[in-house]
C-alpha cells in the first residue's frame, strides 16, 4: 500500500459513512459500497485538499473522475506528481 492510498484510505474510515467499521480496498465503489452522497463526497474531497495540499481547482476533477477508492487514490497521485 502506498502513502498516499494509507492516507486516502484513513480520510474516507474517518468521513464516509460506510468506510468507518470496513477494511478497505481500492475496488470498493465510494457510493454503492461506502454509502457516500454528494455531502460526504464534498467532505473527503476537502479532508483530501488539505491533507496533500492540492488545489480547489483540481479538486472537481476527483470528484469527477472517481468512482471507486483505487480512482480517488490514482487521481491524487496523478495531482501530486503532475
Do not use: C, W
Not at 454503492?32 to 464534498?42: F, I, P, Q, T, Y
Amino acid at each position: 500500500m502506498s502513502l498516499v492510498e494509507d492516507r486516502v484510505f484513513i480520510l474516507a474510515k474517518k468521513i464516509l459513512p460506510g468506510a468507518a467499521h470496513r477494511d478497505l480496498s481500492r475496488d470498493q465503489d465510494l457510493a454503492l459500497d461506502l454509502n457516500a452522497d454528494s455531502l460526504s463526497l464534498v467532505s473527503l474531497i476537502y479532508a483530501i485538499e488539505e491533507e496533500f495540499h492540492v488545489g480547489t481547482a483540481e479538486m472537481g476533477q476527483l470528484v469527477t473522475e472517481s468512482r471507486t477508492l483505487g480512482d480517488l487514490v490514482d487521481a491524487v497521485e496523478r495531482l501530486r506528481n503532475g
